[in-house]
Nanobody, 121 residues
């Protein structure tokens, strides 16, 4: 089974920065997509940033110019660099990957456990 472990969340003042990491482990043949989602208190989960195997990226309008998604393929790790943080960025951030394993045909969707980001005003 593939597992994702997230780290890097915490409490930061408005205008500050955080860097989230998400590392995948298991028998992974290829990772076709990586992404970050967040869920604010009382709200639905939303896409923050995503990157495909081909390197194409997508960002929520609210984070464009402030957040950057990147990956290290050798480490099966995806990062989210968050700068100029705002209180409305507060929420639980979840890592998502779509992978193909050696033992299972087809795509497998895997989620991390979530890491809390709190931006104070």
């Amino acid at each position: 089974q593939v597992q994702l472990v997230e780290s890097g969340g915490g409490l930061v003042p408005a205008g500050g920065s955080l860097r989230l990491s998400c590392a995948a482990s298991g028998s992974i043949f290829v990772i076709n997509a990586m992404g970050w989602y967040r869920q604010a208190p009382g709200k639905q989960r939303e896409l923050v940033a995503a990157i495909t195997r081909g390197g194409n990226t997508d960002y929520a309008d609210s984070v464009k110019g402030r957040f950057t998604i990147s990956r290290d393929n050798a480490k099966n790790t995806v990062y989210l660099q968050m700068n100029s943080l705002k209180p409305e960025d507060t929420g639980v951030y979840y890592c998502r990957m779509v992978v193909v394993t050696y033992s299972l045909q087809g795509n497998l969707e895997v989620w991390g456990q979530g890491t809390l980001v709190t931006v104070s005003s």
